[in-house]
């Protein structure tokens, strides 16, 4: 049975600066399964089918459920390809080797817009801390399609394709990497998503 030491996970994280810094949150260690419990404690880590290596921490059973986060990788995976390519299976080997943190709260502090402009107070919905992790706020009820989800993918993307940065600044010019077509991806793999009721 796998077990993940996210408080370690994070630390490294935060030196590798993501777009936002953030506290750690999970200073227990937490055992991996295969199907939820409600009857266990929350954040519990489940494996996410079809994605060799892809855990996801969640903070209910149905935030998401794993077969819907299996899909909506599948679907992010399959559209990212046929857009901009994936020639050394960079982006592919990221995904099967990720953990997706699922929280039920925004954290306050600061990042980037979309366009790169510096934004010193407002509420964080998604961090890539590395090319391996990244977390999405999602709250009850909510479907994949409208959290940060792909956009923090999209980070995931960049980082594993440059192996340098996810490119924190989105569209500004401190980082290279993210362009206009990857603002309007989000747009249009969110809406597929959505059309699934993902
Ligand atoms: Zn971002």
Same mark, same amino acid.
């Given at each position: 049975?796998?077990?993940?030491?996210?408080?370690?996970?994070?630390?490294?994280?935060?030196?590798?600066?993501?777009?936002?810094?953030?506290?750690?949150?999970? =200073?227990?260690?937490?055992?991996?399964?295969?199907?939820?419990?409600?009857?266990?404690?929350?954040?519990?880590?489940?494996?996410?089918?079809?994605?060799?290596?892809?855990? @996801?921490?969640?903070?209910?059973?149905?935030?998401?459920?794993?077969?819907?986060?299996?899909? %909506?990788?599948?679907?992010?995976?399959?559209?990212?390809?046929?857009?901009?390519?994936?020639?050394?299976?960079?982006?592919?080997? =990221?995904?099967?080797?990720?953990?997706?943190?699922?929280?039920? =709260?925004?954290?306050?502090?600061?990042?980037?817009?979309?366009?790169?402009?510096?934004?010193?107070?407002?509420?964080?919905?998604?961090?890539?801390?590395?090319?391996?992790?990244?977390?999405?706020?999602?709250?009850?009820?909510?479907?994949?399609?409208?959290?940060?989800?792909?956009?923090?993918?999209?980070?995931? =993307?960049?980082? %594993?394709?440059?192996?340098?940065?996810?490119?924190?600044?989105?569209?500004?010019?401190?980082?290279?990497?993210?362009?206009?077509?990857?603002?309007?991806?989000? @747009?249009?793999?969110?809406?597929?998503?959505?059309?699934?009721?993902?």
């Amino acid at each position: 049975m796998p077990v993940f030491r996210p408080l370690v996970i994070a630390t490294i994280a935060l030196l590798s600066a993501g777009c936002i810094m953030t506290p750690v949150r999970h =200073a227990k260690t937490i055992t991996g399964s295969r199907t939820c419990d409600n009857s266990k404690p929350f954040p519990q880590m489940l494996k996410i089918p079809n994605i060799p290596y892809g855990w @996801q921490l969640v903070p209910d059973c149905q935030r998401p459920r794993p077969t819907d986060t299996s899909m %909506a990788l599948d679907i992010f995976f399959e559209e990212w390809e046929h857009q901009f390519g994936d020639p050394h299976d960079r982006v592919r080997k =990221a995904i099967d080797n990720l953990m997706i943190e699922w929280r039920d =709260a925004p954290v306050p502090g600061g990042g980037y817009s979309i366009n790169g402009t510096k934004v010193n107070l407002g509420r964080i919905k998604g961090l890539t801390l590395t090319k391996g992790y990244m977390w999405v706020y999602i709250d009850i009820g909510q479907r994949i399609c409208l959290t940060s989800f792909v956009h923090e993918l999209i980070h995931v =993307a960049l980082w %594993a394709t440059n192996q340098r940065h996810g490119d924190p600044d989105h569209e500004g010019s401190l980082y290279y990497g993210w362009t206009l077509r990857h603002s309007n991806f989000i @747009q249009r793999v969110n809406f597929k998503l959505c059309r699934l009721n993902l």
